[in-house]
Nanobody
Framework: QVQLVESGGGLVQAGGSLRLSCAASGRTFSSYNMGWFRQAPGKEREFVAA????????YYADSVKGRFSISRDNAKNTVYLQMNSLKPEDTAVYYC??????????????WGQGTQVTVSS
């Protein structure tokens, strides 16, 4: 089992940047595929980005491709989401998630509590 705690959210102007972090507990972090999801008010939760357990493969939603970058540091049990060129439509609660299996959107068993990102126009 793994526990996840996100940080780094906040208020930023459009065009700005934020870096989210997700710290994981447990000694098996490096065996989990990791993902970031987000949920805006009144909308369904949506996939943002994912990274394989080794960091060798990354995947992005079309809406963030070229602007966001996911990375991980297995020595620090942490996964990151670098968000650049932020837009008001990126405003949402961002969640970190861990999958002990694949990278499919429905394979994440463990979730953090979320961190709010607000982008002002």
């Amino acid at each position: 089992q793994v526990q996840l705690v996100e940080s780094g959210g906040g208020l930023v102007q459009a065009g700005g940047s934020l870096r989210l972090s997700c710290a994981a507990s447990g000694r098996t972090f490096s065996s989990y595929n990791m993902g970031w999801f987000r949920q805006a008010p009144g909308k369904e939760r949506e996939f943002v980005a994912a990274i394989s357990w080794s960091g060798g493969s990354t995947y992005y939603a079309d809406s963030v491709k070229g602007r966001f970058s996911i990375s991980r540091d297995n020595a620090k049990n942490t996964v990151y989401l670098q968000m650049n060129s932020l837009k008001p439509e990126d405003t949402a609660v961002y969640y970190c998630a861990a999958s002990p299996r694949g990278l499919g959107h429905n394979e994440y068993d463990y979730w953090g509590q979320g961190t709010q990102v607000t982008v002002s126009s």
